[in-house]
């Protein structure tokens, strides 16, 4: 079980999140997935819809991800 804790607001409608600076202009939002700290081990995870997971997570250090169970 992962306690995430966001320290980044979700984007909202007028302010949405890319995946890359390339993908601004295709207009791939990365939509409602975003970067959180984990409360119970201090590591990046993500929070959100979870269609855009990888994305937000594709520049992590795998010794810095969350390997917390999900619930």
Request: with cysteine.
């Amino acid at each position: 079980m992962c306690f995430a804790e966001p320290h980044i607001l979700p984007p909202t409608t007028n302010q949405m999140a890319y995946a890359s600076d390339n993908e601004r202009s295709s207009s791939v939002p990365v939509d409602r997935c975003y970067q959180v700290k984990c409360s119970k081990c201090g590591k990046t995870t993500w929070a959100g819809c979870g269609l855009h997971a990888e994305a937000v997570m594709k520049d992590v250090a795998e010794d810095d991800k969350c390997s917390c169970a999900r619930e």
